[in-house]
Structure formats: C-alpha cells, structure tokens
C-alpha cells in the first residue's frame, strides 16, 4: 500500500523555536554527536589541561629565599634545583622503584595471565577476574595500613618466618644496604612488597586480553616446525603478548611514579616524587619547586607513552 502525501508523518514536526531547534539537532548526527561531547571536552580543556598549564607556568617561577614570596619572573631557577643532589636522588629513586615494580609485576602477572587465557573456563574464569578485581574492592588506606601491619616487625608476616625457622633469611634480606631496615614495615623492601600488591591487578588484566587474543594454532604450528616450548614462548607467544604487557606497564610505572601514600605510611624518611610535592607546597610552601617536581612525572610518562605507543601498546587497552 502506498502511503497518502496527505497523510500526517509518523513524527510530526513540533512547534516552537526550541522544540525545531532539537528536531534540528537531532536531523544533524555531526552536530548532536558535537554537542554531546562538548560539556566533557570543555572540562578536561579547562579543568584538567587548565591545571596542567598553571602548573607548568608555576614551575618558571621562583622563591625569594629570605622573605619566602613567590617571585614571578620567569626563569629555570626552579628547574635548576632539581639538579640538585638531594632532589635527583628523589628523582631517581623514584624512578627506580617504578621501573622494578613494572618489571617484578610483569613476570609475576604472565604465568597468571597465561593461565586465565588458555585453561581457565566457565566458572573457573569467572573466578580469576573475581580474584584478580576482589582486592581493587577495598579501601585503598584500608589495604595499605593492612601491609604496614602485616610487615611490621611484630607482624604476621616476622611470625611466619619465626615458626617456618626462616628469621635469619629475613634477617639477612633486612641487612641489605639502601633496601633493608630494622623491619620491612620501614624499608624499600616492604615499599617495593607493597606497591606490588595494589598494582598487581593493573598489569594481569591486560596481559591476560592480550594473550586471548593469541591463536593456539600459532603454538601449535611452531611446535609441529619443531620449536621447543622456550622458543615458542621467546618468538611466538611473547611479541604478541608484548603490547599487552607495554598496556599494563603504563599503569604500574605511571601510578608508583605519582603515588605518595604508600612510601608515607610504609617505607623510612627518605622521599619519593610524590611526597616532594607534599612537602615542598605544603610545609616548605615553595610552590614553584613542587610544580617542578610535578612536571618530572608528567615527562618521563610522556616519553614512556611515545614509546608504548610504537609498540602498539594501545591495541591491547
């Protein structure tokens, strides 16, 4: 049946400025999909790369070193006393710390990842994710004053290795210089333990997407061209499981490199980049150095994300 022109359309237009003003929007896919993205753009543009700029026009400034004013002229003043020997320390030991964190999580997120990929079925994967997701579920204070009790000198963890007849293994780890201390609950030892546990999780799950994304008929070939388990795992099963591991790096590295709350409750009195930022904005109130300190973090992860990027990083988020 052919329709009358005389007929009224399923949707009439309605009447009104506002109401032809929606009925023209909605006619128009570009300009809704505009207008639907605009208010979150106009935040992060404001809001976020906003803060990013004033930050980085406070790093310019400088601070009278006897009447304790903000001088506001521009100069590398500022980015010169980074240079310094103590705040390079702070840089570097940051740095570190992320960097073995990345490294220690990748071999201890693979094996798991790899599991969950290939064996784990049904309920048994539906149980991986609730495993690997479950500790994200608590309080990010309540987890990590849990670790300072658990490594404290009379925690569970001193208890374990006292019946196990393993205190001289802790007692040989803790007299280790730099990492070791009088009990893990004050080292870089029980830092490093700590980091690891609440970013765990950040590198397993794209790991684990990565290695689904991986055929089993590719091992399979290499094992009928005759390639060993270790040179299936070293020319197959690791170059396409790599951006996954890169994806999962980029949350561990970024997230020890900006936290100050666990080496503020776990750790001893030497500082991380995070803690730098504290302390200089807020007892020392010189401003200008902790933007400095701010913007290290933001360009060592700029260059780390060029990097992953080239590696097709991105394809496993």
Same mark, same amino acid.
């Given at each position: 049946?052919?329709?009358?022109? =005389?007929?009224?359309?399923?949707?009439?237009?309605?009447?009104?400025?506002?109401?032809? /003003?929606?009925?023209?929007?909605?006619?128009?896919?570009?300009?809704?999909?505009?207008?639907?993205?605009?208010?979150?753009?106009?935040?992060?543009?404001?809001?976020?790369?906003?803060?990013? $700029?004033?930050?980085?026009?406070?790093?310019?400034? &400088?601070? #009278? +070193?006897?009447?304790?004013?903000?001088?506001? +002229?521009?100069?590398?003043?500022?980015?010169?006393?980074?240079?310094?020997?103590?705040?390079?320390?702070?840089?570097?030991?940051?740095?570190?710390? !992320?960097?073995?964190?990345?490294?220690?999580?990748?071999?201890?997120?693979?094996?798991? %990842?790899?599991?969950?990929?290939?064996?784990?079925?049904?309920?048994?994967? %539906?149980?991986?994710?609730?495993?690997?997701?479950?500790?994200?579920? &608590? &309080?990010?204070?309540?987890?990590?004053?849990?670790? /300072? *009790?658990?490594?404290?000198?009379?925690?569970?963890?001193?208890? $374990?290795?006292?019946? @196990?007849?393993?205190?001289?293994?802790?007692?040989?780890? *803790?007299?280790?210089?730099?990492?070791?201390?009088?009990? *893990? =609950?004050?080292?870089?030892?029980?830092?490093?333990?700590?980091?690891?546990?609440?970013?765990?999780?950040?590198?397993?799950?794209?790991?684990?997407?990565?290695?689904?994304?991986?055929?089993?008929?590719?091992?399979?070939?290499?094992? #009928? @061209?005759?390639?060993?388990?270790?040179? =299936?795992?070293?020319?197959?099963?690791?170059?396409?499981?790599?951006?996954?591991?890169?994806?999962?790096?980029?949350?561990?590295?970024?997230?020890?490199?900006?936290?100050?709350?666990?080496?503020?409750?776990?750790?001893?009195?030497? *500082?991380?980049?995070?803690?730098?930022?504290?302390?200089?904005?807020?007892? !020392?109130?010189?401003?200008?150095?902790?933007?400095?300190?701010?913007?290290?973090? $933001?360009?060592?992860?700029? $260059?780390?994300?060029?990097?992953?990027?080239?590696?097709?990083?991105?394809?496993?988020?």
């Amino acid at each position: 049946m052919r329709p009358n022109a =005389s007929q009224p359309a399923i949707f009439a237009p309605r009447s009104g400025p506002l109401a032809r /003003k929606v009925d023209w929007v909605i006619r128009h896919p570009r300009m809704f999909v505009f207008l639907m993205v605009l208010p979150i753009t106009l935040w992060l543009g404001i809001v976020y790369i906003g803060a990013l $700029i004033a930050l980085l026009i406070q790093s310019f400034f &400088s601070i #009278d +070193e006897f009447s304790g004013v903000v001088v506001r +002229e521009f100069t590398f003043k500022t980015y010169g006393e980074l240079l310094r020997p103590y705040n390079l320390d702070i840089i570097l030991r940051t740095v570190a710390m !992320a960097a073995a964190v990345t490294v220690v999580a990748a071999m201890l997120a693979f094996p798991i %990842a790899y599991f969950a990929a290939r064996y784990a079925k049904g309920k048994w994967k %539906a149980l991986f994710y609730i495993g690997v997701m479950l500790p994200l579920w &608590s &309080s990010y204070l309540v987890k990590v004053y849990a670790w /300072k *009790l658990v490594l404290a000198k009379e925690g569970i963890l001193t208890w $374990i290795f006292a019946k @196990l007849h393993l205190t001289w293994a802790l007692d040989g780890v *803790l007299s280790i210089p730099v990492i070791g201390g009088n009990s *893990l =609950s004050v080292s870089y030892m029980g830092t490093f333990l700590v980091f690891l546990y609440i970013w765990l999780p950040y590198m397993i799950i794209p790991v684990q997407a990565s290695l689904e994304r991986v055929p089993g008929a590719l091992l399979e070939a290499a094992s #009928d @061209l005759g390639a060993t388990p270790r040179q =299936s795992f070293r020319m197959v099963l690791f170059p396409l499981a790599l951006p996954g591991i890169i994806a999962g790096s980029i949350f561990t590295f970024s997230l020890t490199l900006g936290d100050y709350i666990v080496p503020q409750i776990v750790g001893n009195s030497r *500082l991380f980049i995070g803690q730098a930022v504290y302390t200089q904005q807020g007892t !020392a109130g010189n401003i200008p150095l902790a933007a400095a300190f701010t913007v290290v973090p $933001i360009v060592v992860m700029g $260059i780390y994300l060029w990097g992953a990027r080239k590696m097709g990083a991105f394809d496993a988020l």
